[in-house]
């Protein structure tokens, strides 16, 4: 009888612990950005390297402080590809990162289909948002907008254990605080 006691109570350990952990990966460490109304949607302009923001409307976006890649927004734009391309800077070999499921505006897969389809192109909307992450926007060609970071060559070095090299800056000191 006692046998079926202890089993019972590791099994709902392990099912409390199974259901604390999905909730602090898929809920816990996000809240929702504040928009400021006028910069949360930047690019970086071609003619002078510095980021720029463009117009948009209906900005949704999440962030956690645990990680500096979970990130995401969605927005729309009237701004048109053409005129997109010639202003700002694109941002090649970039991958959409999964949202989670309940910030239903951003859906990687179908961000990615239609980066690979040519309806959406990647602009760098910022150059080291965090050491080693730039910040990456997508725009479709009916101007449904899309932002989320992405580790850049001296993140994926530095992350990876690589020598990271003289081409990246040095890093951030980490306080003790």
Known sequence: MSGKIIAGAIVMIALLAG???YYMQIYAYYDAVTPTGTDDVMLVSLSTGAPEPILYEGFRAIDADSSPIRYR???TTPH???M??????????????VAPGWF???DA???GQEITAGTALTFLGQ????YGVDRV???TDDGRGYVWHELNDCGDKAYDGTVVGEECPPRPEISAD
């Open 19 to 21: 259901a604390l952990v």
């Open 73 to 75: 927004a969605c927005f």
């Open 80 to 82: 048109s590809l053409a």
């Open 84 to 97: 997109l391309t010639e202003t700002y800077q694109a941002y090649d070999k970039a991958e959409p990162r």
């Open 104 to 106: 239903d505006c951003f």
């Open 109 to 111: 897969e179908a961000i």
């Open 127 to 130: 150059k080291n948002v965090a």
């Open 137 to 139: 926007v997508a725009i």
